[in-house]
């Protein structure tokens, strides 16, 4: 997910690899799960903070980088702002029943397409299940922003992008907008 403001700048070990865009037929597929927590994925792992940091995003899903594995990072401040960093191997998601849900309307960004956002209305809790790169069960409960994160980034590994959420018409104009704004000619220096 991309960021609206910044916070601290992350460096880590991996590798920044350039962001798939919408179009890209692995992001618009579910991913494979995870069967082996061995050094491979920890270096995917590597690279996908890599790559987020380097977008200035405050999520990234495995296959944003054009890997078909159920993997998510993040690196988002919660309702608290307070900062939280981590990874989400095979996530489930888990969102509050209709009589406890809140609704929370946000200008909503992608890394996978570019220099847009749109409003878009979303539980403002949510849980996810999975395991860290080790295989160990993890938990992760998010509030404000990394509530939205967290439903965000699952939503890539089922193939999905915020914009397939939004009324057909106003996913065309963003849709148009993001190619107007890609195929402009590169400006002189
Ligand atoms: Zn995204």
Redesign the pocket.
Known sequence: ?AARGWGEEGVGPGTAVPIRHVGDPVLHRPCRPVTEFDDELAGLVQDMFASMYAAEGVGLAAN?IGVDRRVFVYDCPDATEEWRKGVVVNPTLVLPGPAERALAEYEEG???VPDQRAELARPDRAVVHGSDVTGAPVTVEGTGLLARCLQ?ETD?LDGR??IDLLPAERREEVLRAYERERDRPAEPD
């Open positions: 997910m944003q992608c890394l996978s965000h890539h992008l915020y």
